[in-house]
């Protein structure tokens, strides 16, 4: 058990429902212990191990069971039958306000949630600053936090959970009410945490884009059951593939999928998937067109452009494009940007139109990356046509012997 950090045993929860709220007293009163519930099975024998260091997401439609699971591990909820281990310090953000009394500040709050984690007055006082500065929530810190929006909440949960160094970091979908630039910050922060080999994450999200960036493997629950387990990549795209029409369907609803192109409805069954109201045309690296699985040479330090070309489908309220680098062999996520970071918005209003980046100085060394490339809806963050890791960049760099992922901008200075 040294090297496990959770160990779910064929756990079942059952919940008894009844069809009038009398049928309850009822059965609780009748001597002859006649039943008048049936029973729903929010999880029915599950049973999986995450070892240290793991991360782990959780997908499944609403009602799946997820948050049942969660609520189990974490002891919130008693399993019917069956058992869990957990071994290690459990810090979870599942609910908004959970934890949290909304007669005390924030400030208040951060304390009481330190003081329930078994840290001292004098450890909570080391930690105020960071957590305080992570939420970013101005005055509001020292409000009671009643007054608080969700998007507040949400900010000043995480800070605390994150800034507070569990062994066992448990994410629900929570952060989805954050906004983009604070989900972000997130994301960095919890990539930060697993680069320690024996933190663990459990990651659930409808967001299939983050959780590919951050876990290596998936648990896929349906009806109350594990449906499959295994690596991140083949778990996500059995999920995306189980719900894109057929091109059978797509013929008989093209209507109702938008005109969405065959080629678009296929490519969603693999590393391409989205609404499709906005498709990305061609991509350019360095003023040449790249297709999916071109190996493209570059050199460290030198400028490197990248160039898209789009097409809008279907009228759309927003859009942006994000770009992302993932080294090839671990899949460490390096950096995304998007024209949304400064403020720039793509225009809508046209059919076609283009964008690119281009880097002066591209300080990635030696190595082989993937890149994926999206247009998205800037204002709900969900994919119109996300390519996810198609394109290969492999990047030269004899005459920088520095070690590591990238070069900074440096300089010595020998002191006397």
Request: charged share 25%.
């Amino acid at each position: 058990m040294n090297d496990i950090a959770i160990k779910v045993t064929n756990v079942t929860k059952i919940y008894h429902l009844y069809d009038k709220p009398q049928d309850r007293l009822k059965e609780a009163l009748n001597p002859f212990k006649k039943s008048y519930h049936h029973d729903f099975y929010a999880m029915n024998d599950v049973s999986f191990e995450i070892k240290k260091g793991e991360t782990v997401g959780i997908i499944g439609k609403n009602g799946a069971g997820k948050s049942t699971l969660l609520k189990m591990i974490t002891g919130v909820l008693t399993p019917t039958s069956g058992t869990i281990q957990v071994n290690g310090k459990i810090a979870s953000l599942l609910e908004l306000g959970a934890g949290f009394n909304p007669e005390m500040t924030g400030v208040e709050n951060i304390y009481l949630n330190g003081t329930l984690m078994g840290f001292s007055r004098e450890e909570m006082d080391e930690k105020i600053d960071e957590i305080v500065s992570f939420a970013d929530i101005g005055e509001f810190i020292h409000q009671p936090v009643k007054m608080y929006s969700s998007g507040m909440f949400a900010r000043l949960a995480f800070s605390v959970i994150i800034n507070l160094d569990p062994d066992i970091l448990i994410v629900d979908e929570a952060l989805s009410v954050g906004d983009v630039f604070f989900v972000e910050k997130c994301i960095t922060k919890i990539q930060q945490f697993i680069a320690h080999k024996d933190k663990t994450l459990i990651f659930v999200s409808h967001d299939l884009t983050v959780l590919r960036r951050i876990v290596n493997r998936v648990v896929w629950m349906e009806n109350g059951k594990k449906k499959m387990d295994g690596q991140s990549m083949s778990v996500l795209d059995a999920y995306t593939a189980k719900d894109a029409p057929s091109s059978k369907e797509s013929n008989e609803t093209e209507n109702d999928l938008n005109h969405i192109s065959k080629e678009f409805l296929w490519q969603q069954k693999k590393a391409r998937f989205g609404t499709g109201q906005a498709i990305i045309e061609n991509v350019y690296f360095n003023q040449n067109k790249v297709d999916f699985n071109t190996v493209t040479r570059i050199n460290t330090l030198e400028t490197f452009s990248i160039e898209v070309s789009y097409k809008i489908v279907n009228p759309i309220e927003s859009l942006t494009l994000s770009i992302a680098f993932f080294e090839d062999i671990k899949g460490i996520h390096c950096f995304g940007i998007s024209p949304l970071f400064q403020n720039i918005s793509l225009d809508t209003q046209t059919k076609e139109g283009k964008i690119r980046c281009t880097f002066e100085s591209f300080q990635l060394l030696r190595g082989n990356y993937q890149v994926s490339i999206g247009l998205w809806n800037e204002l709900i963050i969900v994919p119109y046509d996300l390519q996810e890791r198609v394109y290969e960049v492999s990047v030269i760099s004899e005459e920088n012997p520095e070690d590591g992922l990238f070069v900074p901008k440096y300089k010595w200075e020998v002191l006397k």
